[in-house]
């Protein structure tokens, strides 16, 4: 028996963190060294892939962005419009743009591909009215239309926000 098949072999050999392995586990990680595998032995494979990626994840928390709903400033952005970054990495933005009723935003280029999904209330683009759950995306460079909303709406954004040389 070579030395994995050793180790894994025994029921009490412990982790760094002092669990026992299962037996079925310990079984199934020998097995895993054959070329086949029987359907018994999937059950205890999945626990063994799950019990990894669950550690994977929770090792790499570090390198995610939480950002609370009722955390973070919303700054004004234009007359009526206020801004909420979320998070900005090589000129690409994660943001939320909230609309006052009545508030517009002038026709702009986008430097970079955007995307855009509406939360609440009703968005206008042009003639394109969006409700919320609606998605709209625009390339580079389009010249994209004004924006607006009647009632008030809160739009989540990906993209480069407009510098004020891209408003028309």
Known sequence: ???CKAAFSNNDTMSQKGDSLDPDIAQAL????RATSS??????????????MQNIAADSASHHTFVPAGQ??????????????????????????KFAPGAVLPAHRHP????CVVLEGTLRIGDHL?????????????????SSSDEGCVIYLRGASPRSEQLV
């Open 39 to 52: 359907a018994g032995d999937d059950a205890a494979v999945e626990r063994v892939r799950s019990r990894l």
């Open 30 to 33: 020998n097995a895993a060294q």
């Open 72 to 97: 973070g400033p919303w700054r004004n952005f234009l007359p009526g419009i206020q801004r909420k970054v979320l998070q900005e990495q090589a000129g690409v933005m994660s943001y939320l743009l």
């Open 112 to 115: 970079v591909d955007e995307e």
């Open 130 to 146: 969006l409700p919320p759950g609606s998605f709209h995306a625009v390339r580079k460079d389009v010249l994209d239309c004004d």
């Open 1 to 3: 028996m070579n030395a």
